[in-house]
């Protein structure tokens, strides 16, 4: 459904799509996700046959020597405190002749005072979240004083994304156009739009990202922070990874189980799912924090969805009667693109609140704006902050990037508008709320023009060293059941479980979090067994 990310939006918020592909609420699904059956088991703790990711020999290929032989040549960013340098990896692993990627590389040195650790590489997830500027505005400056003063903190963009080789698809104008598409069609017309939608967003992709489309997979990524982690010197990979970043973590773990070292992944995504059911448990997901959200509308004044005592449902029903009512008319929204808010945006702003509770007031009161002003204004920031689209119009390429990754890692969820048709009750007694549109957006990889090199897979990682994985009990984007799904599969992981509200939880507020992610980065020493937090 959404996709498989978690990008951090401000210092105490991360964001994680999911692993689909896409979103607008095209882009909001996880495309990754996508993939055999509605019917595959929702929890993949049962699937001993399904073949587990099978580990990369411990000896370097000849062939991948000159890659692991360069040197960093660092340079100032222009961002007091950091440095930039360029690496470069084989645009394909299987002919590491056919020529380079190159990938933007960012750190800030270990602080003092104490010993230096070494480099702690950071993933926000997405995936087309960029690492490179979530060192810069978190991690590098907001991580805790006494981790970053022992590591060097470290970011690499991955393959397709922002300031590496990038994937591009649309232009500004066309991205605005696709974001406003109607993902919850009424009739065979406004179905033929969306797949009419779909197919140039795919095709824009196919024409201007045609060498990269076939090689910006989870596992060349992962293959390329093996590249990165020899170029720092660094004989073990540490790492933290939120969202999409666990399931890049987690499979570096899987391909170099002898080469991991501290590795924190938190937001935790399930690989042994195809896609259709990631989506459909992530539409569940939002529903369990829509819930919560709720249940904080009614107790506050100003909660435009329902008095005091209000049941969450009737909460939701408000809630869908302001969509439909957005459907038949957008309203204005004061950008000066002339965009009006219409029911893709309203709704992809609501959901961009339900990543973290301490939005839920900005939410309210976009809310009160539109649905009592009859201005959509607040709701368009925040769906303009969930696909980055800037003041002039221009998009990051985390739209692009996160679909090409996520077709490419996983086959598609609906390959034709009947299979999603078919599919609307399962996912609609998910999410009374977002399941219509959640399930629509999840159409999106049918149309990609490059076929999927992925299926869905056990990580078992025999071998590594402990790996930390991280829960939330009412993460909208990652479901607890995949954190306690993937360590189950792990076979050195210890689950922390955080019992609460958002998305991710490390950094988040909870000192027993933090405290335990601290204590195993900085003296080696994962939290203990079923250790929970609040």
């Given amino acids: 459904m959404h996709i498989r990310r978690s990008l951090r939006r401000s210092h105490r918020s991360r964001r994680s799509r999911t692993g689909v592909a896409f979103l607008s609420l095209a882009a909001l699904l996880v495309s990754a996700v996508s993939g055999c059956s509605a019917e595959a088991s929702s929890t993949s703790t049962g699937s001993t046959a399904m073949a587990a ?248 004044p100003d909660c435009p969805l329902g008095r005091k005592g209000a049941a969450p449902a009737k909460v939701g029903e408000n809630l869908k009667a302001f969509f439909a009512k957005l459907d038949r008319r957008p309203i204005p929204a004061g950008d000066p693109d002339g965009r009006k808010l219409g029911e893709a945006l309203a709704t992809t702003g609501v959901i961009a609140a339900m990543y973290d509770e301490s939005t839920w007031e900005q939410l309210r009161e976009a809310l009160n704006s539109a649905m009592k002003e009859n201005d959509g204004s607040g709701l368009l920031v925040l769906s303009d902050s969930y696909y980055e689209r800037d003041a002039e119009g221009r998009y990051a390429n985390l739209m692009a990037a996160n679909a090409a990754v996520n077709c490419l890692d996983l086959p598609a969820a609906f390959t034709t508008p009947d299979q999603v048709e078919k599919a609307l009750p399962s996912f609609e007694k998910a999410s009374p709320v977002f399941g219509e549109g959640l399930a629509w957006a999840s159409l999106n990889c049918a149309y990609w023009p490059v076929r999927a090199t992925g299926e869905p897979h056990r990580i078992e990682a025999r071998g590594a060293a402990p790996i930390v994985v991280v829960g939330t009990t009412r993460d909208p984007a990652t479901p607890y059941r995949w954190a306690r799904s993937l360590a189950v599969q792990l076979a050195s992981a210890r689950l922390l479980t955080y019992e609460g509200d958002g998305h991710t939880a490390y950094g988040r507020g909870s000192d027993c979090i933090d405290s335990a992610i601290d204590a195993y980065l900085l003296r080696g020493t994962p939290p203990t067994k079923g250790k929970r937090c609040s």
Avoid at 115 to 129: E, F, I
Avoid at 183 to 197: F, H, K, M, Y
Wanted: hydrophobic share 40%.
């Fill in 53 to 300: 990711l099978a580990a990369l020999p411990q000896a370097t290929p000849s062939a991948l020597a000159p890659y692991y032989g360069q040197k960093l040549n660092w340079r100032d960013c222009g961002v007091p405190g950091f440095e930039c340098a360029t690496m470069k990896a084989p645009l394909d692993y299987a002919e590491p002749d056919a020529g380079d990627v190159r990938l933007a590389v960012e750190r800030r040195k270990a602080t003092g005072p104490g010993k230096r650790l070494g480099s702690l590489l950071v993933n926000p997830g997405g995936p087309g979240g960029s690492a490179v500027a979530y060192l810069q505005q978190y991690a590098g400056i907001g991580y805790p004083a006494a981790v970053r003063a022992r590591y060097d903190m470290v970011a690499v963009d991955p393959r397709g994304v922002a300031s590496s080789e990038a994937v591009e698809c649309l232009d500004g104008r066309a991205m605005d156009a696709y974001t406003q598409t109607d993902t919850t069609p009424d009739d065979q017309r406004e179905t033929g739009e969306l797949v009419d939608a779909y197919q140039e967003f795919a095709e824009g992709c196919g024409a201007r990202s045609a060498r990269l489309l076939r090689h910006v997979s989870t596992v060349e990524a992962a293959r390329d922070m093996d590249i990165l982690r020899a170029l720092l010197g660094e004989g073990k990979l540490t790492y933290v990874g939120a969202s999409y970043g666990t399931f890049l973590g987690a499979t570096y773990a899987g391909l170099f189980p002898d080469r991991v070292g501290r590795l924190v992944l938190d937001g935790a995504m399930d690989p042994s799912l195809p896609a259709r059911r990631l989506n459909l448990d992530q539409t569940a997901g939002f529903e369990t924090a829509f819930q919560s959200f709720a249940k904080d509308c009614v107790r506050q």
